[in-house]
């Protein structure tokens, strides 16, 4: 787990967006966001790009949970939910996995825990290790 | 197409990832991003949430290219190759709109035109006017 | 509940790919298919467009089992396993729901529980009332 | 050629569903469904799940048509027009290929030329050469 933690602390584009990393166990991953300024679009509330990256995060950890590189191949999202201010929270779970494949659901939620943007991505399972820092 | 410009130099999260609008017109928008390092994963490679918003700007710009607003429902992203410098193009094209709903393909491509990313977007079009500023 | 019944009790393409809707409540519903010999493809295993209509006739009962009529907009299903015999399940389950939009995920299973392919749909809710027969 | 079209003319839920294969060539191919009674839903329209089997069927042809099995691993598909009658065309284009993924988008259109659905596919390509019959 500790390969994972460091892989995804060397994640520039999550730290460029103010996203963490809150927790990975196997087959499960948390990130969160507070929402700034850079965050928002053209129209003042967070970008879909933002909650794409949040939701993109959660996922990758939770895939390359198991100790062994994964890596997106698709991904769907749809968005329920406009937001403009407070924490966000991703949390993704495995849904199904097998040799080659792992899909998950990653559930993007708001401090009052309303649903902002469900994400179902897909991922391709390699042979490697993740690697150490 | 003037009030659609002005909407999306306003939008800070695009500009905070070095992303820009060169073009739009009715149905198609085009967007372009240099790799930095701030846009890289852990393992090097642009994220997929760097790839996304670039998509998700040109689309955004394309949906509302008929000048009343259109605020993303769905997307799906699949990614055909990874990359890690370079200058990235997403090219938004309008495949099918109705009253109620516009369907828009992305393509992401590098500098070789070869293809990085398929993106597939979904809209609701509503009455209101895209703002002027 | 019942309304909902007689309108899927009157789907022909349901009824022709042998397909019964098994149980339907506010939020879920769970439909189910034997696999017979019409339901192969060219290499002898269940085509995706039968596995993809027992997902989305769970979806359908599911969605519509507010007593208002949704229509589907968008889905995204994934294979996970390919089969070739038994009864597959379909269970649908509501992941969020506003005025405008539900999301809902289907799992259909095989009878050792394994999960042959997820399916995330999201319908458009109007105001009509699902009609009685 | 011959070798996919035989393997599709064995597809028994494509037949059961009155689709026929029009044509197949490198990264293409067509095919069509005349609505009949067995395709509609409970309130008259196609039904969901007969418009993909249409369009996953004009996928399919097109990712094995370069003579190796490929196998769908996730579809997208937005329903943009309800349909009652006439004769359904799914056309299949390539969008990119890699040794081990290809990316099509399948277009349903009816006979005013007018878009039904619009169908994003992901194929895993295996190295195995398409059996002839």
């Keep these: 787990m500790h ?12 730290r ?8 990975v166990e196997p087959g499960k991953a ?4 507070s929402v700034l300024p850079c965050h928002l679009n053209g129209v003042g509330t967070v970008q879909g790009g933002a909650l794409f990256t949040l ?4 996922f990758a950890a939770a895939s ?14 749809t968005f329920m939910k406009a937001v403009s201010s407070g924490t966000l929270t991703a949390a993704a779970e495995e849904v199904a996995i097998n ?8 559930r993007i939620t708001d401090e009052s825990g309303a649903l902002v ?17």
């Design 3 to 14: 390969a994972v933690h460091q892989m995804f602390q060397r994640d520039q584009y999550a």
């Design 99 to 106: 040799p080659r494949l792992g899909a998950y659901t990653v």
């Design 30 to 33: 948390r990130a969160r966001m």
């Design 117 to 133: 943007a469900i994400f179902q991505g897909l991922a391709y399972r390699k042979k490697d290790p993740v690697p150490h820092a």
């Design 55 to 58: 939701a993109d995060f959660a």
């Design 64 to 77: 390359n949970s198991h100790g062994t590189i994964a890596v997106a191949i698709n991904v769907s999202i």
């Design 16 to 23: 460029h967006s103010g996203i963490e990393l809150e927790s």
